[in-house]
């Protein structure tokens, strides 16, 4: 079974740029998340799908931070205009939610590292 | 608010010793506790989960216990290696979707 799939792994880019960031689950997980890690810091939940809807952005950026996940599978996670906080390990991970269970395992990819000068 | 606290300082060992590593969490009942494996540059990978009703769980030389009174969660790897030797963070779920939230991870490193 291929694991979730990100790109680019590694991006540099200046204050005030724009940057996106590709995900690509397990096939066949309805929920999808974009974690955003800071270094020495646990992963913090940007925002979670479940098919093509959002579930929870509560801790998403609004004014700069945007997701979407088109078709219930892929998903880009963009950010616009960047900041010097911003600078972190982007995670995306999915899982698959089976009626009636409370507990879900979730499957991360590489992640992608985003420095922003 | 709902707050996890695991170790906050690198935990360093010898090899073929047993490693503990606590993850204490504050302001909620958690329904299951998951413990997660994180190496550089790395995504966290899955280890074990614990269910509220689970006092104790294992795999191969991981064990995790949970103790709902004392709200702390314990993690045990025996006869550690140095391949044993990265980030390891617990995460528990709140809210209605069940949203994980995770602790800073505790950093272990097996000498040889």
Known sequence: EAGVAQSPRYKIIEKRQSVAFWCNPISGHATLYWYQQILGQGPKLLIQFQNNGVVDDSQLPKDRFSAERLKGVDSTLKIQPAKLEDSAVYLCASSSRTFGYHQETQYFGPGTRLLVL | ?112
């Open chain 2, 1 to 112: 608010s709902q707050k996890i606290e695991q170790n906050s300082e690198a935990l360093n060992i010898q090899e073929g010793k047993t490693a503990t590593l606590t993850c204490n969490y504050t302001n909620y009942s958690p329904a299951y506790l998951q413990w997660y494996r994180q190496d550089p540059g790395r995504g966290p990978v899955f280890l074990l989960l614990i269910r509220e009703n689970e006092k104790e769980k294992r795999k191969e030389r991981l064990k995790v216990t949970f103790d709902t009174t004392l709200k702390q969660s314990l993690f045990h790897i025996t006869a550690s290696q140095p391949a044993d030797s990265a980030t390891y963070l617990c995460a528990l779920p709140t809210g209605n979707n069940r949203k994980l939230i995770w602790g800073l991870g505790t950093s272990l490193a097996v000498n040889p």
